[in-house]
């Protein structure tokens, strides 16, 4: 697969590096982590439009890798409310009408809530996303804050403004304000099909996690647990990322 087309997409104050991997209108859209980017993904996305012959969209959100605004501050408590609400501008702006939706970890979150309020994707694969606030979480991204030199270091490498974006995210999810997010009484309105995958070494995360959101969705969702996967499932394991997300183009 050749390198992706880039470009940038304006949307309000917002404007939005995006990558392109194949021709034609975005049928498969990968949403990163909270301190992802295109560049994170790595492989993963060109694996993807080789294997299934199908065009990938990856962006970078709003402070992330070359895409503004900055922000400045921790994010406010409904950031991922907003980030949806932008998705779904992007989607319509590419033409994206009903695509198959891969969302890690944050991303993963913005899924759910793309889909409860737009509900315009064909199906979703979840990778360690969240609709709950967990101790294990917010344990984790405190031991990162302390240790925030290195992590700057390595965001570095992916993002124009890695001081900003880490205070931004970790800032958030360690809050009080934030501490009461929880979408689980609203997934039931997600009809479409979900795959929600998790590791069960997670770091930041619980089996709960996955079982209580797939239950939370109901018919429609299926989980599946990861023998030793940790949360970074597309670095640890890109290859299996690439087959999940076949078996979900396979089903569409």
């Known amino acids: 697969m050749s390198e992706p087309v880039m470009s940038t997409v304006s949307i309000d104050d917002a404007r939005l590096r995006t990558a392109i991997w194949g021709d034609g209108v ?6 990163h982590d909270g301190l992802g980017s295109i560049t994170q993904w790595r492989g993963v996305p060109a ?5 299934t012959r199908r065009t990938v969209l990856a962006y970078d959100r709003a402070g992330h890798g070359a895409s503004t605004p900055v922000p400045n501050g921790a994010h406010p408590p409904g950031w991922m409310v ?3 609400d932008l998705l ?3 989607l319509q702006t590419v033409g994206a009408t009903h695509p198959l939706l ?3 970890s944050d991303g993963g979150t913005i899924a759910l809530l793309h889909a409860i309020a737009h509900p315009r994707q064909s199906r979703m694969l979840l990778l360690a996303a969240h609709s709950w606030v967990e101790p294990a979480a917010v344990s984790e991204i405190r ?3 302390g240790n925030s030199a290195a992590v700057i270091a390595g965001l570095a490498r992916h ?3 890695p001081v900003e974006l880490f205070e931004a995210w970790s800032g958030a999810w360690t809050s009080d304000e934030f501490a009461s997010f929880d979408i689980r009484d609203a997934l039931a309105a997600i009809a479409v099909p979900v795959h929600v995958v998790q590791g069960d070494a997670d770091e930041f995360a619980t089996d709960a996690q996955a079982y209580e959101t797939a239950a939370a969705i109901g018919e429609s ?8 996967g940790r949360h970074l499932i597309h670095h640890d394991d890109p290859d299996l990322v690439v087959e999940l997300v076949e078996a979900e183009v396979a089903a569409m």
Do not use: F
């Open 221 to 228: 969702a299926r989980c599946s647990l990861l023998s030793g």
């Open 143 to 145: 031991r990162l804050r």
């Open 102 to 104: 891969v969302g890690h």
């Open 26 to 31: 975005p049928d498969i859209v990968l949403l």
């Open 47 to 51: 694996a993807i439009a080789t294997r």
């Open 82 to 84: 907003h980030e949806a």
């Open 159 to 161: 993002h124009e403004h």
């Open 88 to 90: 779904d501008e992007l």
